[in-house]
């Protein structure tokens, strides 16, 4: 489903951030990506996921390389994955209205929308608090509103971004069963965290990245 | 899509940015209607006038009948005059082909008493006519315009610089309470020009209600100088075809400057604070 081959980026200043990276992600896995703060984590699922442009190197989704889109089918990946950001702050909604906001947004009529919102929800088990105020949500409903806001438009590909930062054991765990639930069929999950990895969460492979280099793969 | 997303911007509009818009369309308001002034004012070059100014010669035609002893009396005698400044005679033929008998051109040394003098001149048996000539002078009208213009185009420069200044102010409070929508929507992939589309929709629709007040504004001046003269320096306004052509002049430029405003707007969106990823 992705492959990543001789993958590089520096940044303006000519640091290297990500070097020489070589990775496959299969159709329907779920791979643990582990390293610290400045080890390139986020910058590697940025550009995965085509928000951010590839330097040097070739990303592979679904065959196509994402150096090579186009705008408009850049934004058409886009639109097939689904992205949970590091810190992820919601909108001064309710939990309903920030999942039906980015549903109409990507063009659904507000039947559909709310069908999808329903179930979104439903699999985040954050049904009871649909009513309830986003920005008053305990963490662990936080990080459920923004996994329900990465899989609301039944994406291909799942890149969730330090999902466990500030949650307690239990809920680590907790977040981690949600992810392993929803790693069946078609979807591929890449969790990215600086560890260590929760109790449940069951991925298919972990590879670390040390100083913007896989280690371990 | 985009009608949703563009009521979910309106709903994104607090006090603040409110503010900021409403003086922005205002601004542009007073901006359209100073060049809708320009188009309303009478032309400056109206024919000059002599009326009220003061008497520079008085023509006095004599009969063909007078003696040209009694003509050379009299023009001794007025010569004489302490009211009158110059004298000299002419035959009527040089100023009126059609006439006979002699002119005396007479300059009074004091205009303001001219007039009483042609009419003492005029009673003496013997003067067949007087004819006054009077200085003539531009009306005050062109002057009065060209400082209206002067005013007028300062205004222009100031409510145009202004209105683009509150307009940005207004984009900036509004985008930051749209922060999170905006990063939500790059996320999802909702493409740079449909957001951009956005915020320049917002312009133009305070360009267009800018432009549709002052197109009540017109209709209603319209209306008040047909039935009043209080408004003779914008004679234009008394024109019904004037008006709706200048009126749909500026609603098109309104409609045109809301759209910059809202490209100066969209600019706002480069700021990091929008990117998708943190």
Known sequence: MIQVSELHFSTEDGVKVLDDIHLRVDQGELMVILGSATSGKSLLLGLLGAQISPQRGQILVHGRNVARL?????????????????????????????????????????????????????TTSLIRQQRTDALELSSIDRVRLGIALAICHDPLLLLIDEPFEGLAEDEKTEIARLLCRMNTGHLSILVATRGPVPAGLQASRRIRLVDGMVKGA | MRWFLFRELLGAVRTKSAIYFVLSGFLLFLFLASIACFFMIIPGDAAPSTEGQPIEEIQVFLSPRLSSATIDEWFLEWREREDVAALRFQFAQELDEAASGGVFVVTPSDP????????????????????????????????????????????????????????????????ATFSGEVRMLRLSGVSERALISLIIALGVLIGLLSGLLLLAVLYLFHQIALSSAAFSLLGGLASGLRILGVGMLMLALGTVLGGLAGLLGASLLHRREFDALP
């Not at chain 1, 408009?72 to 949970?84: F, H, S």
């Not at chain 2, 003539?136 to 062109?142: I, K, T």
């Open chain 2, 112 to 175: 303001a008493m001219a007039a009483a003098l042609a009419s003492e001149l005029a009673a003496i048996e013997g003067v067949t006519n007087v004819v006054e000539i009077s200085t003539e002078r531009e009306v005050e009208g062109p002057i009065v315009s060209l400082l209206v213009r002067i005013s007028l185009l300062v205004l222009l420069v100031a409510t145009i610089v202004a209105s683009l200044f509150c307009s940005r102010r207004g984009y900036r409070e509004l985008l």
């Open chain 1, 70 to 122: 186009g705008a408009n089918k850049v934004l058409a990946l886009r639109q097939k994955i689904g992205v949970y950001p590091q810190g992820f702050v919601p909108l001064p909604r309710t939990v309903h209205d920030n999942v039906a906001f980015k549903l109409r947004a990507m063009g659904n009529y507000r039947e559909q929308a709310e069908e999808k919102v329903l179930y979104a929800l439903e």
